[in-house]
Every structure is written in structure tokens, then in C-alpha cells.
């Protein structure tokens, strides 16, 4: 199977999670999303979630030194020896600096730097719809993919829930952060020849499809 190393990035709702879980799937390569691994800690209360979860209801950054520790270790793990695809990470560019550092040590560069796009409207309209399951993290669409009964996960019977960040004011805090601290790392890595830009405006299938091209697989 082919390995992959990448970076996804993007505005909240852009579909970075859903379009990196298809990834994973086709490449085996191991799926860090950072945003998962700071929800799961601080509802197991652990001290990381201690010490993050306010951040994230304000849908503010959390601070660069925390997240390059926290994916650092990640990478170092046995799935993501041969390739891996991070999802929301770097969002900033102190923490595209170290990344670049970190893999250079490792010897394994990033092949790409995927850079979904959409208009506002759009990304409002996914995070208001948007629900996930506690239990096994499935993510529905209340009108794009809604489950088959409301509120009851169909994978596994879970109860879906709205995130915190997906309420109004949270998500105008998201857009705002994104556009000042995050929008910069395009020209980043257009410096570096990794941006590959993608629409990410239609069905998930149709963007399913751009994003298999930019990683090189033109012909799915
Ligand atoms: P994170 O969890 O990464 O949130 P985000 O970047 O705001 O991204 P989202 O998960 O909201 O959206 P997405 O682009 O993944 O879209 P999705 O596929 O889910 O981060 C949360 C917080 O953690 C941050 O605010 C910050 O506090 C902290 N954090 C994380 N990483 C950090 C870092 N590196 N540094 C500092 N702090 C960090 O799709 C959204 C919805 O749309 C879903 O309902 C989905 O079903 C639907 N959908 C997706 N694609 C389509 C489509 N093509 N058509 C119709 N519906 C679609």
C-alpha cells in the first residue's frame, strides 16, 4: 500500500475531518487530528484536558508549545512511523516551523500541504448541522447526512451531540482565528511547493475526489 505524508488545513467546517478519515482509509497512513485528541482529554479530565478545554469552548488557539509536545509524541508511535496525515496541525506558522524541524530529524518530509477552501456560508452552514457520537466519533449532518433516527448513532447506537464550538459566537471566534493565524501558513507553503489548494465546496464524494488527485491518485 502506498504511504502518505501530509498535512490537512483549512477553515472550521472546510471537511478537513471528513475528507482525512477517507484518506486514512485508502493509505493506512495513521490520522492525528488534533482537534479529537483535545476533545477526548478533556472529557477523560485528564490534566492536558485540564489544561486546554477552556480554549476550545472559546474556540481560541491553544498555546504552540503544548500542541508541538503533544504532536511530536504522536508522531514518534509505531502507526505513524511510515506515514501520517494531520488534521489541524500546524495552524500556525511557529508551529509549521517546528514540524518542518521535526520531520527533517526524522528524515521523512511532508509531501503535501492540502489546503481546503470554502466560503463562509458554507462552513456556517456544516457546523451548525453538524453532530457527532459520543461513543464511537461518527460524524452526521442534519440535513447532508443525517442519521437514520434522530439522534441515535447508526453505526454504533451512540447519542450524537452538538460540539461546544459549533454554537454561533464560537464558530464567528473560529473563522476569526483561522483567517489571522492560520490563512498565512498558504503562503508558507507555497514558498515550499507543498500547497496544493483544493475546493472544497460540493458533495463530500466530489471533494473526496479533488483530494485523491492532489495527493497524486488522479486516477480514482
Ligand atoms: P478542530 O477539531 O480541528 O476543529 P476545526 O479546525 O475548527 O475543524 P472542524 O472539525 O470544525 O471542521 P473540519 O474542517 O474538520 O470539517 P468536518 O469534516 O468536521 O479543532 C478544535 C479546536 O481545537 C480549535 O478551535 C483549537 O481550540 C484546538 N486546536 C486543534 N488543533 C490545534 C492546533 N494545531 N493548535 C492550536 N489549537 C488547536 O465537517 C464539518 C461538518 O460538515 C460535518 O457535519 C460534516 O459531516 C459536514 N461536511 C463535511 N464535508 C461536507 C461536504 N462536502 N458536503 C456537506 N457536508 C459536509
Known amino acids: 500500500m502506498d504511504v502518505l505524508r501530509v498535512v490537512f488545513f483549512g477553515p472550521p467546517g472546510a471537511g478537513k475531518g471528513t475528507q482525512a478519515k477517507l484518506l486514512e482509509q485508502k493509505f493506512g497512513a495513521c490520522q492525528v487530528s ?3 485528541i483535545l476533545r477526548k482529554a478533556a472529557r477523560a479530565e485528564t490534566p492536558l484536558g485540564k489544561q ?7 474556540g481560541d488557539l491553544v498555546p504552540d508549545d503544548v500542541m508541538v509536545k503533544l504532536v511530536a509524541e504522536r508522531l514518534k508511535e509505531p502507526d505513524c512511523k511510515a506515514g501520517f496525515i494531520l488534521d489541524g496541525f ?14 527533517k530529524k526524522g528524515g521523512l518530509p511532508l509531501e503535501h500541504a492540502l489546503g481546503l477552501k470554502a466560503p463562509n456560508d458554507v462552513l456556517i452552514k456544516r457546523l451548525s448541522g453538524r453532530r457527532t457520537c459520543r461513543n464511537c466519533g461518527a460524524m452526521y449532518h442534519a440535513v447532508f447526512n443525517p442519521p437514520a433516527k434522530d439522534g441515535v ?3 454504533c447506537g451512540g447519542e450524537l451531540y452538538q460540539r461546544e464550538d459549533d454554537r454561533e459566537e464560537q464558530i464567528a471566534a473560529r473563522l476569526r482565528v483561522y483567517e489571522q493565524q492560520t490563512a498565512p501558513l498558504k503562503d508558507y507553503y507555497r514558498k ?3 500547497l496544493r ?4 465546496v460540493g458533495t463530500v464524494e466530489e471533494v473526496r ?5 492532489a495527493v497524486g491518485d488522479g486516477a480514482k
Open 34 to 36: 488534533t482537534g479529537d
Open 52 to 58: 486546554t478545554s477552556g480554549y476550545l469552548a472559546r
Open 90 to 103: 500546524p495552524r500556525t506558522i511557529a508551529q509549521a516551523d517546528d514540524l518542518e524541524r521535526i520531520l
Open 153 to 155: 448513532c447508526d453505526r
Open 192 to 194: 515550499r511547493r507543498l
Open 197 to 200: 489548494e483544493i475546493d472544497g
Open 209 to 213: 475526489k479533488r483530494v485523491f488527485r
